[in-house]
Nanobody, 123 residues
Framework: VQLQASGGGLVQAGGSLRLSCTAS????????MAWFRQAPGQEREFVAA????????LAADSVKGRFTISRDNAKNTMYLQMNSLKPEDTAVYYCGRSSLAVAGTSVNEYHYWGQGTQVTVSS
């Protein structure tokens, strides 16, 4: 399984970005997927997760109402729509694939990771 994250960039506070994560291989639709982020000197933290079908979603309190996770199983792709971005959202964003069908918030549930995409929000 290989995951390819894209869509990061530099944006002003209040702006929007959409991240994408495309998976290779079969069985993408069988597993939950998630976005985590990691700022310099900090641990990787949970952002949002989605179950195998897209019918159940979780989000960190810090992004609720601003970020939306979604997936298109026909395209083996997951998305993160990020609106009203803040400087504190600056980080490398990683997509991960779980070994479970249900979405969770623990980094230990995700065993396959993309290479990360940098998101920088200027004030």
């Amino acid at each position: 399984v290989q995951l390819q994250a894209s869509g990061g960039g530099l944006v002003q506070a209040g702006g929007s970005l959409r991240l994408s994560c495309t998976a290779s291989g079969r069985a993408f639709s069988n597993y939950a997927m998630a976005w985590f982020r990691q700022a310099p000197g900090q641990e990787r933290e949970f952002v949002a997760a989605i179950n195998w079908s897209g019918g159940s979603r979780l989000a960190a309190d810090s992004v609720k109402g601003r970020f939306t996770i979604s997936r298109d199983n026909a395209k083996n792709t997951m998305y993160l729509q990020m609106n009203s971005l803040k400087p504190e959202d600056t980080a490398v964003y990683y997509c991960g694939r779980s070994s479970l069908a249900v979405a969770g918030t623990s980094v230990n549930e995700y065993h396959y990771w993309g290479q990360g995409t940098q998101v920088t929000v200027s004030s």
